[in-house]
T-cell receptor
Framework: DAGVIQSPRHEVTEMGQEVTLRCKPI?????LFWYRQTMMRGLELLIY????????DSGMPEDRFSAKMPNASFSTLKIQPSEPRDSAVYFC????????????FGEGSRLTVL | GENVEQHPSTLSVQEGDSAVIKCTYS??????FPWYKQELGKRPQLIID?????GEKKDQRIAVTLNKTAKHFSLHITETQPEDSAVYFC?????????FGTGTKLQVIP
């Protein structure tokens, strides 16, 4: 298995633009997590899904952020409109089952909002 | 919600010395405690974990201890090597959510 695949690896955009980050979890994993990493706040859980269903989105900063998982092999995190304070590395991670152990992280998407 | 505190935030040790990183958590329902290593520009990767029914676990040069009564757990790295230099995150899992500590930047000086 290729592991968790994220795209794009790097994104530079201007304030106000829409940003879409994509994630393909490891095949057979039932749980998918979106994390945001910054120097100031560390690794923050934004949202996670079990069997494609959003379970907890309490970490989503505000209405500008939305996430979907239309099927077991694909998820998106969208920011609209983007702001400079959204600049961070966004990690997607998958797990065989939430609450049962190791998270497998993707390489991350580094977002810079000018 | 769960709160995980991690200390120290930075740690420098001479090659061959030991390094200890400590974490505390708040939710007594948490039952799984993984440690992740993140090298510069890379993704976090699991290096060792421990479940609440165990007090200590070892894997070669790394070990983790857990004190459920005091709600703290620690990572011990012995005989440190330059390739151990990275940021280490502790984490606590309860109710299907993993909460991370703020990270410890470990520098091993050759």
């Amino acid at each position: 298995d290729a592991g968790v695949i994220q795209s794009p690896r790097h994104e530079v955009t201007e304030m106000g633009q829409e940003v879409t980050l994509r994630c393909k979890p490891i095949s057979g994993h039932n749980s998918l997590f979106w994390y945001r990493q910054t120097m100031m706040r560390g690794l923050e859980l934004l949202i996670y899904f079990n069997n494609n269903v959003p379970i907890d989105d309490s970490g989503m900063p505000e209405d500008r952020f939305s996430a979907k998982m239309p099927n077991a092999s694909f998820s998106t995190l969208k920011i609209q409109p983007s702001e400079p304070r959204d600049s961070a590395v966004y990690f997607c991670a998958s797990s065989p089952l939430a609450g049962r152990g190791e998270l497998f992280f993707g390489e991350g998407s580094r977002l810079t909002v000018l | 919600g769960e709160n995980v505190e991690q200390h120290p935030s930075t740690l420098s040790v001479q090659e061959g010395d030991s390094a200890v990183i400590k974490c505390t958590y708040s939710d007594s329902a948490s039952n799984y405690f993984p440690w992740y290593k993140q090298e510069l520009g890379k993704r976090p990767q699991l290096i060792i974990d421990i479940r609440s029914n165990v007090g200590e676990k070892k894997d070669q040069r790394i070990a983790v201890t857990l004190n459920k009564t005091a709600k703290h757990f620690s990572l011990h790295i012995t005989e440190t090597q330059p390739e151990d230099s990275a940021v280490y995150f502790c984490a606590s899992e309860g109710y299907q959510k993993v909460t991370f500590g703020t990270g410890t930047k470990l520098q091993v000086i050759p």
